[in-house]
């Protein structure tokens, strides 16, 4: 996709990159911020406005006549990263205590199967209608998700009384643009570059420099007491190597699957063939998003993301000893879809339980982000091991991937110690502690 668009609008493959640099870095700044303003001002109200930032972003970038253009309007779609968070926060303050668990992980589950479908789509989208159609249908779609909003979802009950200090929100912004900036250009400049070490340097600083900011202050963006409680440090772990895993695994599968069978390995896939290769992933994600409440409630939701954590773990160990046919993708992200909704479900319901309903968007707005700050770090190293090893013209060896699924799999068992670190809580004591919160 990325290619098209830079032969689109003139550019190089460097400068298309920020394409996806620009919504990720923009996201990751907004997502906290925008739960924490939810927490303060009114959730429905900020829900609706993150919609319609989404909507507008992608109105932008359809008629974007240059690079620069595109960019900004990317910019302006990651300031609605903090819809989800914010859903959570609504789903806690208006559902009926038995049914929160449910809607939780139902919710979470979906929003994880759009972020798999939207690879699945893609290449026949941009195959049948052209780069311009990747962003009118999330234009659609969202713009109608804003309109419903408006109409159907109360205003919020639960509110923050206290003001929202301005310097944590720019020291927060700072570190977190310092630290995402370098890992997504680190290919193109270089690792031990000065520059990539100068921003790693820099967001080390002020992310020290934050979480003083934040222990000193009579409103802190976010609390510093509630991220060190044990249900939500550990479930940010979780999140952090869940983000490694599906970022990497969503990327690099289909890069093997069009990899020419004439290099060794591969399937010389289209990009639409390869993006089906995940297919079976969102199905099954679906599927346990809904039953994961009903697993919980027999085994305790801690043993349900100890279990997802194996499973993918095991998906991602398919591919490692096996990935000669097709039917070894499909099998695997079959596999890995299970677990992914296993973790996905439940996780979400755990961090929101365990913080005051004065903090549900904040904490799982940062839940969230570091989910994706492991995507983005999973990304960066699996690209390395991905190109460790490369043919004369340049093409990685299949080696290369075989470590990567490996070291996935291996971060998956190793992250499934901290699942074991949440409290033990089950579906029905979720219901409970969200309820007796409100």
């Known amino acids: 996709m990325l290619g098209t668009i830079g032969d689109h609008l003139g550019t190089d493959r460097n400068t298309v990159t920020w394409v996806l640099t620009a919504y990720l870095i923009s996201a990751a700044v907004s997502t906290p911020i925008v739960g924490r303003i ?20 992608c109105l932008a970038a359809v008629f974007a006549p240059s690079i620069g253009w595109l960019i900004a309007a990317r910019v302006v779609q990651g300031a609605g990263g903090g819809a989800v968070p914010l859903c959570f926060g609504i789903i806690r303050d208006e559902f009926p205590e038995q049914k929160i668990a449910g809607a939780v992980g139902a919710t979470a589950s979906l929003v994880a199967v759009g972020g798999g479908l939207g690879v699945v789509l893609a290449g026949p989208i941009l195959d049948a209608f052209g780069y311009t159609a990747l962003f009118w249908v999330p234009f659609a779609v969202t713009s109608l998700a804003a309109v419903a909003a408006f109409v159907i979802v109360p205003e919020s009950p639960v509110r923050t009384p206290a003001s929202i200090s ?6 927060l912004s700072g570190w977190l643009v310092a630290f995402l900036v370098p890992l997504s250009q680190g290919s193109h400049w270089g690792w031990t570059s000065p520059s990539v070490i100068s921003l790693l340097g820099l967001s080390a600083v002020l992310c020290c420099a934050w979480v003083q900011v934040e222990l000193r202050s009579d409103a802190p963006l976010i609390d510093m007491k509630m991220m060190t409680t044990r249900a939500v440090w550990s479930c940010n772990i979780v999140a952090l190597v869940l983000g490694w895993t599906l970022f990497s695994a969503f990327a690099f599968m289909p890069q093997f699957a069009q990899t020419a069978r004439s290099d060794g390995y591969g399937f010389g896939a289209s990009v639409t ?28 939701a801690r043993q349900v993301v100890f279990v997802g954590c194996l499973t993918m773990s095991g998906a991602m160990s398919i591919l490692t000893f096996a990935h000669d046919t097709q039917a070894h993708f499909y099998l695997s992200n079959v596999v890995l879809g299970v677990g992914q909704g296993m973790v996905i479900s439940c996780m979400a319901g755990l961090v929101i339980a365990a913080v005051p309903p004065d903090q549900t968007g904040v904490a799982s707005g940062m ?3 570091i989910r994706n ?28 991937y075989t470590w990567a699924f490996g070291v996935m799999a291996a ?18 004591r979720l219901d409970e502690e969200l309820a007796a919160e409100i």
């Open 166 to 171: 301005v310097t944590p929100a720019v020291l």
């Open 373 to 400: 700050i492991g995507g983005s770090v999973g990304a960066a190293v699996t690209s390395i091991i991905v190109t460790a090893r490369s043919s004369a013209d340049g093409v990685p060896l299949e080696s290369g």
């Open 273 to 300: 063939a390869s993006g089906l290769l995940i297919l079976p992933s969102a199905v099954m994600m679906v599927l346990m998003g809904f039953c994961a409440p009903w697993l919980a409630r027999r085994i305790g």
């Open 38 to 57: 939810g927490d303060r001002v009114g959730k429905e109200r900020m829900l609706v406005i993150s919609l319609c930032a989404l909507a507008a972003g």
């Open 411 to 428: 971060t998956m068992a190793l992250v499934s110690i901290a699942a074991l670190a949440i409290p033990p809580m089950s579906a029905q």
């Open 367 to 369: 839940n969230a982000n």
